[in-house]
């Protein structure tokens, strides 16, 4: 399959629904260049938007980025296009994350993966809001726990005891992000301010969310300040569902493919009309990130906060242009 089998529409919806993924700070780290001789399209990083002080190895770097994989997968399946991904295949150009090439043979007339994710990229949005007590069916969260494993990773819902010791964790971390001045002045400029023309990245205020008045829930303050004029408190649920996604090992493939898992994860809950956060803090230290999986087994990639509740205010997106690479490629073995 050439360039020319991608209707210039097809991208420009693909690439539409890539960059809706989510990212930390709302970075958007990502930059597209599709090669003109083979029509596959590479998902590059752009280094620029990367987090010096909170996301130091780069990890959650490459989950956001595997997000936005994901939902250039799901974009093409809707399209009835098979995908044929592949995560950092030339280590001679580190900058390539991945490429996602058409396959020969689309997806027949019955065959419907992703079945109804595609609409749900639009209507995921991060809700920093207080949710309901209304408990997840038991087959919500075995088809949550599949999404991530045909991405594979898993996906643990802990039980009460475990999640309080998680939202401890949290809660440390959050205290250490903000008494650390490198961190807490990165963080406060991803933060939109009220006056001037609204940044294509980043976060505006309205997208903050309160805080938990019961100081259970330690949800990030990206100000770093903890004001009650700027972020004033309100009770979240009492018993917040916690997910942990996990990975068996821990190279940048694995955290790429943390972040398609999460991201699959994500719209599966936002076409179940689940809300979702994420809790990234605690990830952010080595000593409490390790302490998150005591038993050793596998690497904790992320933790997911999921229930019923209000929409989030959506975060903006950066105008994306497609680059063209016309560079002559060898032919890839089927």
Same mark, same amino acid.
């Given at each position: 399959m050439n360039s020319t089998s991608l209707d210039a529409a097809i991208l420009e919806s693909c690439v539409s629904a890539a960059v809706a993924a989510p990212s930390i700070h709302n970075a958007q780290p990502w930059r597209f260049r599709l090669e003109a001789e083979t029509g596959t399209l590479q998902v590059r990083v752009a280094p620029v938007r990367g987090l010096r002080y909170t996301d130091p190895t780069a990890r959650?770097? %490459?989950?956001?980025?595997?997000?936005?994989? &994901?939902? &250039?997968r799901v974009a093409l399946a809707h399209f009835g296009l098979r995908a044929e991904t592949h995560l950092l295949p030339c280590p001679q150009d580190p900058g390539l994350f991945a490429t996602v090439h058409p396959a020969e043979h689309p997806y027949g007339p019955r065959e419907q993966p992703y079945a109804g994710l595609?609409?749900?990229i639009r209507r995921r949005h991060s809700s920093r809001l207080p949710f309901s007590d209304r408990p997840l069916p038991a087959h919500v969260r075995e088809q949550l726990v599949a999404a991530a494993r045909s991405d594979g990773a898993w996906l643990g819902f802990p039980e009460t005891a475990e999640t309080r010791r998680l939202l401890r964790l949290t809660a440390e971390a959050e205290q250490r992000n903000r008494l650390d001045a490198d961190r807490a002045t990165e963080s406060r400029r991803w933060v939109h301010q009220e006056l001037g023309p609204a940044p294509d990245r980043g976060l505006p205020r309205a997208a903050l969310g309160p805080q938990d008045a019961r100081e259970y829930l330690?949800?990030?303050?990206?100000?770093?300040?903890? %004001?009650?004029?700027?972020?004033?408190?309100?009770?979240?649920?009492?018993?917040?569902?916690?997910?942990?996604?996990?990975?068996? %090992?821990?190279?940048?493939?694995?955290? &790429?493919?943390?972040?398609?898992?999460?991201? %699959?994860?994500?719209?599966?809950?936002?076409?179940?009309?689940l809300r979702a956060s994420l809790l990234h803090q605690a990830l952010e230290w080595p000593?409490?990130?390790?302490?998150?999986n005591p038993d050793h087994t596998g690497?904790?990639?992320?933790?997911?906060?999921?229930?019923?509740?209000?929409?989030?205010?959506?975060s903006p997106r950066r105008a994306q242009s497609l680059e063209l690479d016309t560079e002559p490629r060898p032919r890839r073995s089927r």
């Open positions: 959650a770097l %490459h989950l956001s980025v595997g997000a936005c994989v &994901l939902n &250039l595609y609409e749900a330690p949800l990030r303050d990206f100000t770093a300040q903890r %004001h009650a004029e700027l972020l004033p408190a309100q009770p979240f649920e009492a018993a917040p569902v916690v997910a942990v996604l996990n990975t068996e %090992h821990d190279r940048r493939t694995d955290w &790429l493919g943390a972040g398609q898992a999460l991201q %699959h994860v994500w719209l599966v809950a936002t076409a179940h009309g000593d409490l990130r390790r302490s998150l690497h904790a990639q992320i933790l997911i906060r999921l229930g019923y509740g209000p929409e989030g205010a959506a």
